[in-house]
Nanobody, 125 residues
Framework: QVQLVESGGGLVQAGDSLRLSCAAT????????MGWFRQAPGREREFVAA????????LYADSVKGRFTISRSNAKNMAYLQMNSLKPEDTAVYYC??????????????????WGQGTQVTVSS
């Protein structure tokens, strides 16, 4: 099975950018659809973005569309989330997830079997 480790979070100001990384070990990332989710304090984990195995299909939450970009490098066994024009409401722990079973892109947590430990993103106003 695959192990995932997120990195790249931090404290930034509104309007800044961050690039999150998700490093995979144990299996090739190319067999997995990848997703990014986030969870703010007191809130449920919510879908942010998803990307198909061959990078041909993407999905974004309406709240991040046009600001965030999900990408991957199967050669490097990495997935990324480029976040631009960050807002205070983007503050959350961000998680990457991997799904090897579905053809369609998952938008709920139960669609992904493998998760990283999360990386904190804090956006100050």
């Amino acid at each position: 099975q695959v192990q995932l480790v997120e990195s790249g979070g931090g404290l930034v100001q509104a309007g800044d950018s961050l690039r999150l990384s998700c490093a995979a070990t144990g299996r090739t990332l190319s067999i997995y659809n990848m997703g990014w989710f986030r969870q703010a304090p007191g809130r449920e984990r919510e879908f942010v973005a998803a990307l198909s195995r061959s990078s041909t299909r993407t999905l974004y939450a309406d709240s991040v569309k046009g600001r965030f970009t999900i990408s991957r490098s199967n050669a490097k066994n990495m997935a990324y989330l480029q976040m631009n024009s960050l807002k205070p409401e983007d503050t959350a722990v961000y998680y990457c997830g991997a799904d090897s079973t579905k053809v369609t892109l998952g938008v709920t947590g139960s669609d992904y079997a493998y998760w990283g430990q999360g990386t904190q993103v804090t956006v100050s106003s």
